[in-house]
């Protein structure tokens, strides 16, 4: 009998050393992916700066319309990345302005006829991020976004600009990273 009540003493620790371990492997599991790959669950904005006003982007180049699509991207992509809120400019912690520079389109490659392929659009801005209340310039810089298009697919300019816009959006929302 002493033997049967020692096997059952090993066998209840072995049972509690097996759970102790499965929890053990479960903390540290979840600690690996809350800790992660230098991602970060923190805002990219100053817990200080809560709105910000977008006026519509200037645009230098021949090409109209690309001011409404930049400003609408960049609100899109503040909206869905960060908790700012986007209001009008007499209520704003901070004002995003920015200016269209220039459009290029590049050739990547041609087929034997001289027919293009493949090509890339890129598209240049200027944007200043300046804070309201200190009247400080937060973030000043020249930032470019690109898309590439391949013709024997149906994809065309336009559709690379709308990449290219898109592309730019999410670098100048990238740039919003607290720096000051």
């Known amino acids: 009998m002493k033997i049967t009540n020692l096997k059952q003493k090993t066998n209840l620790i072995f049972c ?10 479960c903390v540290a599991f979840v600690f690996v992916l809350a800790s992660g790959c230098g991602y970060s669950q923190k805002s990219l904005i100053s817990r ?3 709105s910000i006003y977008i006026p519509i982007f200037d645009n230098n180049t021949f090409r109209r319309g690309l001011e409404f699509d930049l400003t609408k991207a960049v609100k899109d992509e ?7 809120r ?10 995003l302005s920015g200016t269209i520079r220039d459009v290029k389109e590049t050739v990547l490659s041609q087929n034997s006829r001289d027919n293009i392929v493949e090509s890339r659009v890129r598209i240049y801005a200027d944007i200043t991020l300046w804070d309201r209340r200190t009247e400080r310039v937060l973030i000043s810089g020249s930032l470019n976004g690109a898309a590439e298009f391949i013709a024997k697919r149906g994809e065309t300019v336009k559709s690379g600009i709308e990449e ?3 592309n730019l959006a999410k670098i100048i929302v990238n740039n919003l990273e607290e720096e000051w």
Do not use: E, W
Not at 86 to 95: E, H, L, M, P, R
């Open 164 to 166: 290219g816009i898109v």
């Open 48 to 50: 200080k700066i809560n």
């Open 16 to 25: 509690i050393d097996r759970c102790l371990l499965r929890q053990l492997i």
């Open 78 to 84: 503040i909206m869905s990345r960060t908790s700012l």
């Open 86 to 95: 986007i209001v009008q400019k007499d209520s704003a912690d901070t004002i």
